[in-house]
Each structure stands twice: as structure tokens, then as C-alpha cells.
């Protein structure tokens, strides 16, 4: 077993394990406040966004157009595939795939790159996404895992 696959172990359990009751547009500020604390003084661009709506937004000193461009094509994937664009990076990874050989998935609207995780509600499935964009692909998804575990609690 390699560290990739106990990686992806790892996320699989954290999607699984972070799945909220509710979440609107106040949880999505609490969750924000959190990320923008937990976050500091790092040059990261903090979203929470519903498909068509973003809920919260912080750009800290440092960030750039860049991080907008990151999190507008992290959050398409996690509403594409409803599933942390972590988990992406790495199963694409694993199957040894450049995601822009695959003639239906286009890198230039979706990143499998971390830090974009789905907001799921228990019984209803993803709602929204956090993410995270300023720092490497693993510091970005533990942020906003760690942020989100705070919130729940967990």
C-alpha cells in the first residue's frame, strides 16, 4: 500500500465522516470566520459558495487573481463530481492520467488540485463547497478540513 492510497483512504473517511444536518447562509459565515482564523496571516483566497452564489468570501494579504482562478475551477469540481478536489488530484493520479488527455474533462474549467471540499447535508447530498486557494495542494485541503471539523465539531 502506498502513501497516495492511504491518502486517499484518509479523505474517503474525512467525506464520509464531515457531513452536516443544515448548512445555510450563517453556517457558511460561522465556517468563514473559522477558515479566515485558522488561515492567519497566509496569502490564501477563502470561498464558500452554492452553485450560483457565493456565501463567503475572504481574501487575505497576499493572495492574487490567481486564487480566483484556482477556486472558480477547485469548486467545479467538487460540484461536478461531488467529491473533494483532493480526492481528484489523487485518483487521477493514481490511474496515471493527465486529466487534459481525457477529451471530456476540461483543466481549463476544472483543477484537480486540493483544497476545494464538498459541503454535504445528511439526506441531501453536496450543497455548497469550501475552498481554499494560496498555499500547496495538501495545505490548502487541510485547512479547510480542519476548519470544517472545528465547526462540526468532530
Known amino acids: 500500500m502506498s ?13 464520509e465522516r464531515l457531513v452536516f444536518s443544515g448548512f445555510d447562509h450563517d453556517d457558511a459565515w460561522r465556517l468563514g470566520s473559522i477558515l479566515v482564523e485558522r488561515a492567519g496571516d497566509k496569502p490564501v483566497l477563502i470561498d464558500i459558495r452554492r452553485p450560483g452564489l457565493i456565501l463567503f468570501r475572504a481574501a487575505r494579504t497576499g493572495s492574487t487573481p490567481d486564487n480566483e482562478e484556482w477556486v472558480r475551477r477547485k469548486t467545479a469540481g467538487v ?17 496515471g492520467t493527465f486529466p487534459a488527455s481525457i477529451g471530456w474533462f476540461d ?7 486540493g483544497g476545494s471540499f ?14 481554499v486557494s494560496g498555499l500547496s495542494s495538501e495545505e490548502d485541503h487541510r485547512l479547510v478540513v480542519d476548519a470544517i471539523s472545528e465547526f462540526l465539531g468532530v
Open 79 to 95: 460540484f461536478r463530481f461531488e467529491t473533494s478536489s483532493m480526492l481528484l488530484q489523487l485518483r487521477f493520479a493514481a490511474l
Open 118 to 131: 464538498p459541503i454535504r447535508v445528511a439526506g441531501v447530498g453536496v450543497v455548497a463547497a469550501a475552498t
Open 107 to 113: 483543466p481549463a474549467q476544472i483543477a484537480t488540485a
Open 3 to 15: 502513501d497516495a492510497d492511504d491518502l486517499t483512504r484518509e479523505i474517503e473517511a474525512q467525506q
